[in-house]
């Protein structure tokens, strides 16, 4: 049995996040707990495996013992062997060039016999479906493959409690149903998420939040997605794909190294929202890359109201939010970021309130989900005519999630939103596309 009692989390000179946590994990007894970003889940991670005083100036009161071994007066490296955790933000967590070599460490770290690693590697990569890869540069996967490697690395780790931090963000929907028949393997599982999906019905035998500062059970709560109605009157612009074709090569796979993408005819028009969803790997990144100008096509017209534009031009008139909110942000604090674009300060302030936003926080102390508003506020302020939202969803509430997509359609946006959250597709009411092996249809 897993106890924590009175578990206090702060940074040093900081307010609590969170004070007398208690919570029993009994075996095959999964947890979820619920929060909003912000609320201290990543944090409560970091506390647990340790890394959170060892590495965050973080203050851990309070008891969290396995049995009658007391975990915290372990080191990190003694710990890891009773809880790990995997990381959100999946960028931060792949350390090594090559798929093998990042599922190969945990299990070399465990001094097993090179047979068994051969054998235990073998098993992890095609338990999460990532065999063709084992010799691919990680830097060239998608971010459901990235995700999935970062699950293999924690499997890899065997610990005793697993911490599935926002775990199903990226994945697609098939891959979350695997994901949670993998978790019924486990012994001790703690899952921590922004909202309630829809694949977590049925499986969870107890379901916390943390409100006021306090873990207490979750109430939950019915659903509203109200979807803004398309914009009337303002100005209207079109983007339009024909017959536009890219490709890119894999430089480290052996077979099936080059990926094509292929779109014979698409429009988006502004103040209208579009949905895009696929599989992990399907290309729809790519996509969003090539439609945002970070790449140019090999063949076919992309035209802004049926003006050819080329990529530096559709950089100007689509703004792109990555998966990884972190990759967009650059300066130390909010303030600086929202005043790098605003016209003058009360326009920062303005946008700050819009999203939540405190002006004097740290760029890269936020929560994941905060940096995902960060990145949407920036974007709010330049106020270009098309969108698109990779993975918008993930790490941020429902809530969050359909305000962002209002306060952009409001101001007469185009938005092409790519997820694979069920509930979301569900409600969608704009036109959806599925994209398949790098088609559109």
């Known amino acids: 049995m897993i106890r924590i009692e009175n578990l206090s989390v702060g940074y040093e000179g900081e307010e609590k996040l969170f004070s007398s946590l208690c919570l029993t994990l009994e075996r095959k007894r999964p947890v979820l707990i619920l929060s909003d970003p912000g609320c201290g889940k990543t944090s409560l991670a970091k506390a647990l495996c340790g890394v959170g005083t060892r590495f965050y100036s973080m203050n851990v009161e309070g008891s969290f013992s396995y049995d009658s071994l007391d975990l915290l007066s372990l080191g990190v490296p003694e710990r890891r062997s009773y809880v790990a955790r995997s990381i959100q933000n999946v960028d931060e967590a792949v350390l090594f060039p090559t798929v093998s070599d990042e599922v190969a460490f945990p299990l070399e770290q465990r001094m097993l016999g090179r047979d068994q690693i051969k054998k235990e590697l073998a098993s992890l990569l095609e338990r999460y479906d990532l065999v063709r890869y084992h010799d691919a540069d990680t830097s060239e996967l998608s971010g459901g493959e990235k995700r999935r490697l970062n699950l293999a690395a924690l499997d890899a780790v065997d610990p005793k409690l697993f911490i599935y931090d926002e775990a199903f963000d990226d994945l697609s929907s098939s891959w979350r149903k695997r994901l949670l028949s993998i978790m019924r393997e486990k012994e001790y599982v703690l899952t921590l998420g922004s909202h309630y999906l829809k694949e977590y019905d049925g499986f969870f035998e107890e379901v916390y939040e943390i409100r006021d500062k306090k873990l207490v059970p979750y109430e939950k709560k019915k659903v509203f997605f109200s979807f803004p109605s398309p914009l009337e009157g303002g100005k209207h612009h079109a983007l339009s794909i024909e017959n536009v074709i890219y490709s890119q090569t894999h430089k480290a796979m052996k077979d099936d190294n080059v990926f094509t993408l292929r779109v014979s005819s698409m429009t988006i028009e502004s103040g209208m929202a579009y949905l895009l969803e696929g599989e992990n790997g ?68 303005r946008t700050a309130s819009l999203f939540s936003l405190e002006l004097d926080d740290y760029t890269q102390e936020l929560s994941y989900g905060k940096a995902k508003m960060l990145q949407a506020a920036i974007y709010y302020i330049l106020d270009r005519p098309f969108v698109v939202f990779d993975e918008v969803d993930s790490a941020i509430s429902y809530q969050d999630t359909m305000k962002m997509l209002s306060l952009f359609m409001e101001k007469g946006a185009g938005v092409l939103m790519i997820s694979h959250d069920e509930r979301i597709k569900g409600a969608f009411k704009g036109k959806a596309y599925h994209m398949q092996g790098g088609l559109i249809r």
Not at 283 to 301: E, H, I, M, P
């Open 282 to 349: 399907a290309g729809k990144s790519t996509f969003a890359r090539l439609l945002t100008g970070l790449v140019d096509a090999d063949g076919g017209v992309i035209s802004f109201d049926s003006v050819p534009i080329k990529a530096r031009e559709r950089r100007r008139c689509v703004s792109y939010l990555f998966q990884n909110p972190f990759n967009q942000l650059y300066l130390p604090r909010v303030e600086d970021e929202l005043m790098s674009v605003a016209k003058d300060r009360r326009e920062a302030e």
